[in-house]
């Protein structure tokens, strides 16, 4: 009897010449840069260091195409969107010590995001390992343990024939799901130094698949199919899955009306009959959740922006679909299914071929969206918020359709989330999972090098612009097709609101800024100042015009009134 893991694939006479007789000159980095171009990588990320010298030098001898960026943090956000955008694990390089760790926020973003990064660092000699002080620059005396709370898995070479191994195994551990960013170091030395082993022919490293229980999946289309009133929160594991078709079969099918959360924008289309659209951040919504009977839950944690800031309380039955064990049922008490979204959502429609359909009348479900939409928009305008709701209308009129959008934490972003309708799966991007300022601009330069066919929106405000400023000659160098919208409150605009409806005063928020146009243009980079009445002509002429463009729109903005405190 053969198994499968008996067979072994003999090489080829044209392998073995190769074997035998390896290109003169070839190092460990080689090694790393032929065994990511085995694995199907055409781009790379990074910044080059002291230590990481000879993986750069070996990209010279290599087709990968190689992306700088000025900061290591804005390179992992770069490498982060371009994951999300491609569903390949985005490779970034990076030097040791204080390059690695400036790298940090972006790896927890893309952690909180499930966003495939593969971060391949440097580390001092292998002589200086083992947490001696021996006085190395850069050294740390455990860069690994760094990284660990951070990243899916961490991946130690310390030998030549150790680097194709550990590089597909971190390579499978980021696109097996939950994606996510992964670690993989390699010491200087074995970087540099001549090596005697063949080219890297082989690749293949297919992530696992993690398709759900049956008995579970079986549970849960009948519950939701003796549903009276189902409804479904679609997170961001169904646009990582690629599942959002699978979801709306299964809405049409249920007749049940979804909100994607801030995370899943794009997983349901904004203006389907059953679409709630994504107003977590109101009580209507909140008690609409709260009142199904049977809830399911599809990639989401339901943690604190998807729940109401916590105030969520469930009084039905919740079905839960994660891929991340350690977020299933962490919050509320579910049938929880630990699956890929994608997979989950085809078992379930699977399932419910057996059963005799929806109990629930599809006329009055689209009524009931209609009127939980109608209510949260009659509380917005009772707020004067028209600024901010028009802002939102004219970019939507500037921005093509398929085109991606990225948007730092800041006020409009915050807008954004709720109201902003991405026309399209895997179109709108926030830093939203992490949290952290500088997401924008750099995460909007890597989807541009994800494909450039489609002109792609980054939104910031000033605060947050000028962690990015520098990559503004990575977008001229590149020619980048990024238009950049800087809304320019003189300071760092959200916290302003917060501390002053907490403590009735601000401390640390207000910022001396640049003249943002001046500086772009010092870079190269077309810009233009705006207003609330030419955004839409100014931004789409930006957006129309190839190459990277900025647009400076000064203005103060106010947050919609929360509902979370009651």
């Known amino acids: 009897m053969t198994h499968d893991h008996d067979l072994v694939l003999k090489p080829t006479a044209a392998q073995t010449e190769a074997a035998l007789n390896p290109p003169a000159g070839r190092t460990g980095g080689d090694l790393v840069v032929e065994t990511l171009a085995g694995l199907g990588t055409t781009t790379v990320f990074g910044l080059p260091g002291q230590h990481a010298l000879g993986l750069f030098d070996a990209l010279r001898r290599s087709d990968l195409r190689y992306i700088g960026l000025r900061v290591e943090n804005n390179a992992g956000f770069a490498a982060d969107a371009y994951g999300r955008m491609t569903g390949e694990a985005a490779p970034l390089l990076l030097s040791t010590g204080p390059g690695a760790l400036t790298s940090l926020a972006a790896l927890q973003e893309a952690a909180a995001a499930s966003a495939p990064v593969l971060a391949i660092s440097s580390q001092i000699p292998t002589a200086g390992l083992g947490g001696g002080r021996h006085g190395y620059l850069h050294e740390l005396p455990d860069q690994q343990a760094s990284f ?98 699978k979801l709306r079969a299964l809405a049409e099918r249920l007749r049940a009306p979804v909100v994607t959360t801030y995370g ?55 079905v839960q679909v994660e891929a991340d064990l350690g977020k299933l049922e962490s919050n509320h008490p579910a049938l929880g299914i630990h699956a890929d979204a994608r997979l989950a959502l085809m078992g379930l429609l699977e399932a419910l071929e057996d059963t005799t359909g929806s109990q629930v009348d599809g006329t009055a479900a689209e009524q009931r969206v209609r009127e939980v939409l109608d209510r949260v928009r009659t509380r917005l305008e009772g707020q004067q918020l028209t600024l901010e709701q028009g802002l939102l209308t004219s970019i939507r009129a500037a921005l093509p359709p398929r085109s991606p959008s990225f948007w730092d934490m800041t006020i409009l972003s915050y807008w954004a989330w709720s109201a902003f309708d991405p026309r399209g ?142």
């Open 264 to 318: 899943g924008k794009g997983a349901f289309p904004w203006t389907h009959p059953l679409s709630l659209q994504s107003w977590l951040e109101d009580r209507h919504m909140t008690d609409f959740l709260e009142d199904a009977d049977v809830l399911l839950v599809v990639g989401s944690g339901l943690g604190e922006l998807s729940s109401n800031y916590h105030t969520f309380r469930p009084r039905g039955r919740i």
């Open 148 to 245: 660990r709370a951070v990243v899916k898995s961490v991946h130690t070479v310390r030998t030549q024939s150790q680097i194709p191994s550990a590089i597909a195994d971190a390579w499978k551990s980021a696109l097996t799901a939950p994606h996510g960013p992964v670690w993989v170091e390699i010491p200087q030395d074995v970087l540099t130094a001549r090596t005697l082993i063949p080219v890297v022919t082989g690749g293949d490293a297919f992530p696992e698949e993690l398709p759900p229980r049956p008995e579970l999946t079986a549970l849960a289309a009948h519950l939701l199919s003796n549903a009276e009133r189902p409804a479904i929160i679609a997170g961001g594991g169904v646009v990582r899955a690629d599942a959002s078709g």
């Open 425 to 566: 799966t895997n179109t709108m991007h926030s830093a939203q999972g992490a949290g952290g300022l500088g997401y924008a601009f750099p995460a909007a330069l890597g989807a541009a090098v994800a494909d450039p066919t489609y002109p792609v929106l980054a939104v910031s405000g000033d605060g947050g612009a000028l962690y990015g400023i520098a990559e503004l000659a990575t977008a001229r160098q590149y020619d980048l097709n990024v238009t950049w919208l800087i809304v320019d409150d003189g300071g760092y605009g959200i916290l302003r609101e917060y501390m002053t409806d907490t403590f009735g005063e601000t401390t640390g928020t207000e910022l001396a800024r640049p003249d943002f146009v001046a500086l772009a243009e010092s870079f190269g980079v077309p810009a233009v100042r705006t207003s609330p009445e030419t955004l839409e002509t100014d931004l789409a002429k930006a957006l129309g015009e190839a190459g990277p463009s900025v647009v400076v729109l000064p203005a103060v903005l106010r947050m919609f009134a929360a509902t979370h405190s009651g």
